[in-house]
């Protein structure tokens, strides 16, 4: 059974730093795409950052470009997102994916695989 868990979610206060990280289990997805996309209260999910498989591009959403960094390891089949300079507007829930692909792609449907999240808040 595929999962991917996310964590390293929490509380913290505008302008401090977090690294979530996503642990994939059930199959390796060094050949995948993966991603990361949040949900905001009352707002619909929307992507953040991706990586492609063989980790030569990564994009970021405008909002987050220059103080979230997304990296991969392959070894241990995880993937991780360091979020520095939170924003309040940067809580929310927070959803790694798996992509269908090998490239990098902002889409929803090239996702396959979604974590559970994990909660960001940050406070002003």
């Known amino acids: 059974q595929v999962q991917l868990v996310e964590s390293g979610g929490g509380l913290v206060q505008a302008g401090g730093s977090l690294r979530l990280s996503c642990a994939a289990s059930?199959?390796?997805?060094?050949?995948?795409?993966m991603g990361w996309f949040r949900r905001a209260p009352g707002k619909e999910r929307e992507f953040v950052a991706v990586?492609?498989?063989?980790?030569?591009?990564?994009y970021y959403a405008d909002s987050v470009k220059g103080r979230f960094t997304m990296s991969r390891d392959n070894a241990k089949n995880t993937v991780y997102l360091q979020m520095n300079s939170l924003k309040p507007e940067d809580t929310a829930v927070y959803y790694c994916?798996?992509?269908?692909?090998?490239?990098?792609?902002?889409?929803?449907?090239?996702?396959?695989?979604w974590g559970q999240g994990t909660q960001v808040t940050v406070s002003s």
């Open positions: 990586i492609s498989a063989n980790v030569i591009n990564r």
């Open positions: 994916a798996a992509g269908i692909y090998q490239i990098a792609t902002m889409k929803e449907n090239d996702y396959e695989y």
């Open positions: 059930g199959r390796t997805f060094s050949g995948n795409a």
